[in-house]
Each structure stands twice: as C-alpha cells, then as structure tokens.
C-alpha cells in the first residue's frame, strides 16, 4: 500500500432530530490502541450520555470494529462504518454519542441519524490522503541552505524539522517512488551527507 485517506483531525459536530441530540467525533487513529483511547475519551467526558455508538477502521485497514452501545442492533455501529468504508477512508475512528431526545425514531430513523452524524463530521473535519513516504537526515552548510529551500520547493516533499548549529541538519520527507537522493544529486552537481532513516506515511497538505 503506498497511500490511503483517513480524517484530517480531530473535529466534533452535532445535530439535533426529533429533539435527541447526536454529538459525532472523529480522529485520525492508526493504531487500535489509539481508536479505544479516543473512544474512551469520548464516553468520559459524556458520562450522562444515552448511548456512545462507533466504528473504527485502524491498522492500514486490518481491523474494524463497531459498537452500537445499546441502539437496536445494526442500527448505529454498522451505519458509522459503512460511511468510513463508503468514503474509503482508514485509520478513522468516528463515535456518536446520542443524548436521547423522548422520541422513538424507528429503527430506519435510527440509521439515518446515524449515517447522517458520521458522514457531516468527516465533511467537517476533511478527508486527508497520506503517501508512504522515505525519511532522510541531511547535513548541509549555510551556503547551501537557501539553494537547498529552493530545490525542495520544485518537488513533492516535506521538511519534518530543522537544527541550526555548526552545519544545518534537516529531516526530511519524500514519497518512496520518487528519487530523492539521485535528484537533490544531480541539483548540486555532488553528492551530499544524507541517509535514509525510514519510512512513514506522511500527509502532504499540513
């Protein structure tokens, strides 16, 4: 797998129908480990809640998991992953919590409420693609500072950090297929003290 789309952030959103409030958070979650700590979360700081319905997809898409937390069954859970798997995204995890309102909505109001909640909050919170991507550690002098800014600015990649001290040590990103050590090679016209680290999927629109 060299990309694949989750969340861009952790965001809520909250809508009302038949006067039960349906509060949806995501978060992007790689690890499942990081999906029931944000789940939890949730459920702490909504201790009054009816229901705390979700799904998650984690673990580049290994494992997916859905609760509907005492909603009829098939009727919260399973709609919120089908708008994760819908919208192909992975690494998403989406909770609902539902303060219940005094009105029964029907098992098919209830799939609507529920869909509606997960899909308006990956609407606010936008969808990300991330890019597997080799990390490299780079020593470079001040004089070669600005015309290495410059280099990067013409390619697809993404400086992680940046130490100033006798040299200038850069961490930086690129996507695996591209050839990064042989293009910023061929710019300066030498070779450069550079070393892959490793590897990560990296978004490139923060």
């Not at 029964?104 to 991507?133: D, N, P």
Request: proline share 3%; with cysteine.
């Amino acid at each position: 797998m060299n990309n694949y789309f989750s969340v861009s952030k952790e965001i809520s959103n909250e809508i009302v129908i038949e006067r039960s409030r349906f509060i949806a958070y995501t978060a992007p979650t790689e690890a499942e480990d990081e999906a029931k700590a944000f789940i939890s979360k949730i459920r702490k700081s909504h201790p009054f809640a009816t229901h705390n319905c979700y799904a998650y997809i984690v673990e580049n898409g290994a494992i997916a998991r859905f609760s509907d937390d005492g909603e009829p069954q098939g009727t919260a859970g399973q709609p919120i992953l089908e708008v994760i798997k819908n919208k192909s995204l992975i690494n998403t995890t989406i909770v609902v919590t539902r303060y219940f309102g005094g009105i029964k909505l029907g098992a098919g109001g209830l799939v609507r409420a529920y869909s509606s909640s997960a899909s308006e909050v990956v609407l606010s919170s936008g969808i990300s693609e991330f890019i597997l991507s080799a990390v490299y550690r780079l020593d470079v002098s001040y004089d070669a500072y600005n015309p290495f800014l410059k280099f990067i600015s013409g390619i697809k990649c993404k400086v992680l950090s940046t130490e100033f001290g006798e040299g200038v040590k850069i961490s930086v990103a690129a996507p695996t297929d591209l050839d990064f050590i042989g293009k910023i090679t061929d710019y300066f016209a030498k070779s450069l003290p550079i070393s892959r680290l490793n590897e990560e999927f990296i978004d490139y629109e923060k």
